[in-house]
């Protein structure tokens, strides 16, 4: 994906493998056959700028780089983005950072 590839920095909040894994049966191989809603998807994982774990917990949305809105909560010491926990913050890289989930976000539909 080109967004990626280019300077950022960008904020990912990235799924783990057992997140895949709790999509319903049959889910991955049809986005992969639906290049365009993958895209999307993948895209919905992806806010522009920088943004450190200490400044996440203080947010209360983000616009991601696929247009639409991540709701944002901290409380009780745990981070929600969307539905899904973050487990791992601060994942510093050349373009930016990534923070850890553990459920796939989905877009909401009619951005």
Same mark, same amino acid.
């Given at each position: 994906?080109?967004?990626?590839?280019? !300077? =950022?920095?960008f904020t990912v909040f990235a799924?783990?493998?057992? !997140?895949?894994?709790?999509?319903? !049966? =049959?889910?991955?191989?049809? /986005?992969l056959k639906d290049p365009a809603?993958?895209? @999307?998807? /993948? /895209?919905?994982?992806?806010?522009?700028?920088?943004?450190?774990?200490?400044?996440?917990?203080?947010?209360?949305?983000? #616009?991601?780089?696929?247009?639409?809105?991540?709701? $944002?909560? !901290?409380?009780?010491?745990?981070?929600?983005?969307?539905?899904?926990?973050?487990?791992?913050?601060? $994942? /510093?890289? @050349?373009? =930016?950072?990534?923070?850890?989930?553990?459920?796939?976000?989905?877009?909401?539909?009619? #951005?």
């Amino acid at each position: 994906m080109d967004t990626l590839k280019s !300077a =950022g920095p960008f904020t990912v909040f990235a799924p783990t493998d057992e !997140a895949f894994a709790k999509l319903p !049966a =049959g889910t991955v191989e049809g /986005l992969l056959k639906d290049p365009a809603k993958l895209k @999307d998807i /993948l /895209l919905y994982h992806v806010v522009s700028g920088k943004v450190m774990a200490g400044s996440v917990v203080k947010m209360k949305s983000a #616009k991601t780089v696929e247009g639409g809105m991540v709701k $944002i909560q !901290a409380m009780g010491g745990k981070v929600m983005v969307d539905n899904a926990a973050v487990v791992k913050t601060d $994942i /510093l890289c @050349d373009n =930016g950072v990534i923070h850890v989930i553990d459920t796939v976000i989905m877009p909401k539909t009619g #951005k």
